[in-house]
């Protein structure tokens, strides 16, 4: 399986967003371990126009890479206890990125139970802190290239623009009418169900 090229992620940030569904993330942190996940949910955050997003007003040290180059990898401690992944998507001075925010289970189960300390495969990346967990990432990689380190993104399977929703973010108080969530209908291991009521959700299908 090949690995996702740069030109990938210089496209549109809320291309990029509902385009890494069904793409392999892959960490091998050691010699001997390797973890595998599909990306089943996802949020664009972008620096003009979104109060949600951590680059809105300025860039301050803590969100500096969010301005770096397409396919930087940007990892944020929250809540005293969570790293959250995200992947830079806007060229070089521009503030963008998409949060991952649920994957399944691929390869290395054992030892994320292990590091989630649970036997429940459903809740071993079925949340943005729980994946990243599961997959011993860190800080550590915040600001490498997704290109260059051992954390990297290969391709999987292409998910029909059918089998997509899209609705407001998850978790957040500002900026909450942009439909900026993306995930796979039906997985059992995305986060949370839809914001909206069945009978308000809307599917946007965006074309690359």
Known sequence: MGRVIRDFFTQPTLVVAESLLGKILVHKPRKGFCYKGMIV???????????????SRKMTPRNSVMFRNPGTIYVYFTYGAHNLLNIVTEPEGTAGAVLIRAMEPVEGIELMKKNRKTDKVINLMN???????????????????????????????TIAGSRIETTPRVGISKSTDLLWRKYISGNPYVSKASPL????KKRIVLES
């Open 41 to 55: 949910e996802t949020e664009a955050y972008l620096g003009n126009g979104d109060d949600a997003c951590h680059a």
């Open 127 to 157: 949340g943005p802190g729980k994946l990243t967990q599961a997959m011993e990432i860190s800080l550590q990689q915040n600001g490498s290239s997704l290109h260059d380190t051992t954390l990297y993104l290969e391709e999987g399977t």
């Open 197 to 200: 009521p069945p009978t308000k």
